[in-house]
């Protein structure tokens, strides 16, 4: 065999068993390295199989399912956010409640399993953890450690009852870090829209100077009121109902036109946005990120949310939330209430129910709640409250539209 030939061929096999290496790497030993090896940040592809995740149009997310222990402890599934090709964070879900509301027996084990990923991340960073802030709205008992290295920042978040997950970021890119904002394409600016974000003392993390319209008519359609909340919200000037109008919205349509609305308004404003219905997720066989969906909302965004409908549910939704206005001690019903489940709306293509767009303006972790505006309806009938199960076992779609 030719010299040259023979080097050729030995390189190629060489890069090969690198690649395969590469690829062969276990998912649990890429994410403790990455606590202590900076250079692991730049390094791709992700070990393991990756599928995309719905959210937002920025930045670009990928989750894994595992059953490898991270740091020590059983996980469920990580995520990872990219931005221009970059890995600059990893989200870890340990455990999380699901449908099922908390007992005894899980709290216990969710204790454990944090103590156990703390002394994991300990053995690993070689650094003591200190105790941090919890975020907006968290839950009674929230615990949240950090360790600061060299090559990474660790999170690990205890939410009692709720979840424990754990993120890492390069130490240069804040754990709670927020897209470059393109100033061209803004009417309102990140640090305003912040600003509008209200925590009260109950656990509600609410969006604030949200506009006030005319109630619709029963001719009318609530895709125009949502279209035109979002843009007054964001600030933009642009005629809403003349935008729907070319982008196929009628007055008393019978087909949803959500999407093309959306699309128009965020084509006209210059701006990304993104849409995840429940036919996708379901054939990719993912769920609604709740956790994403209250990271939108504490860097003051809404979001535009569409759900199965009934006037019956509807009824009993307002009238609850009127009630907990005068009376914050009220509970919905227990989501392990059969009975309770039984009346949440999910969607099936058998299903008389329709459809209806509103705008998720707030979320309180304490009560496992999103709170949802109605922005077409009556003065004191606008606001709902519902809990995170139901939200997503009614989800039709979901946008989020980037004002940045």
């Known amino acids: 065999m030719d010299s040259h030939l023979a080097r050729c061929l030995s390189k190629c096999l060489f890069v090969l068993l690198l690649v395969s290496t590469a690829r062969g790497e276990s998912v649990s030993s890429f994410v403790e390295t990455l606590a202590q090896k900076a250079e692991t940040w730049k390094i791709t592809p992700l070990p393991g199989d990756w599928k995309p995740l719905a959210g937002p149009p920025r930045p670009s997310r990928r989750e894994a399912l595992t059953t490898e222990p991270l740091f020590g402890t059983p996980a469920q599934r ?10 600059t964070r990893l989200d870890v879900l340990f455990m999380e409640r699901g449908t099922a ?22 053995s690993k960073m070689g ?49 709670a870090s927020s ?14 829209l912040k600003s509008r974000l209200e925590e009260k003392a109950n656990g509600d993390v609410i969006l604030t100077g949200f506009p006030e319209l005319p109630p619709v008519d029963e001719n009318s359609d609530f895709v125009l009121r949502t279209a035109q909340c979002l843009a007054g919200y964001y600030g933009w000037t642009m005629d809403v109902e003349a935008v729907a109008t070319a982008a196929g919205w009628k ?55 569409r759900h199965m409908y009934s006037e019956i549910r509807e009824a ?7 009630q907990f206005a005068q009376n914050p001690k009220l509970e919905l019903p227990s989501p392990k209430d059969p009975a309770e489940k039984s009346k949440w709306l999910r969607w099936d293509e058998k299903s008389d129910f329709y459809g209806i767009s509103t705008i998720i303006i707030g979320y309180n972790k304490k009560r496992g709640e999103f709170i949802l505006k109605y922005s077409g309806y009556e003065p004191g009938s606008q606001i709902i409250r519902m809990r995170e199960e139901e939200l997503a ?4 779609q979901i946008y989020y539209v980037n004002p940045d």
């Open 316 to 322: 009993f939704l307002i009238d609850f939330a009127k």
């Open 101 to 122: 509301a908390a007992d005894d027996a899980f709290l216990q084990a969710m204790r454990q399993a944090a103590s156990k990923a703390s002394a994991g991340v300990q």
């Open 251 to 305: 007055v008393n349509a019978t087909l949803d036109t959500t999407y093309e609305v959306m699309e128009a308004l965020a084509k006209v404003a210059k701006v990304e946005w993104t849409q995840n219905n429940i036919t996708r997720l379901r054939k990719n066989e993912q769920q609604l990120d709740l956790m994403e969906a209250r990271r939108w909302i504490d860097r003051g965004r809404p979001v535009v949310y």
């Open 393 to 396: 076992a009614s989800l039709l």
């Open 78 to 87: 990580i995520v990872a956010t990219e931005d221009a090709g970059k890995l």
């Open 179 to 192: 897209v470059t904002p393109n100033a061209s394409s803004a009417k309102a600016k990140p640090a305003s």
């Open 127 to 175: 650094k003591p953890g200190r105790i941090v802030k919890p975020a907006a709205g968290a839950a009674p008992g929230t615990v949240v450690q950090e360790w600061s290295g060299d090559a990474a920042t660790v999170r690990l978040t205890l939410e009692p009852g709720s979840r424990l997950y754990m993120s890492l970021s390069p130490p240069q890119t804040p754990v």
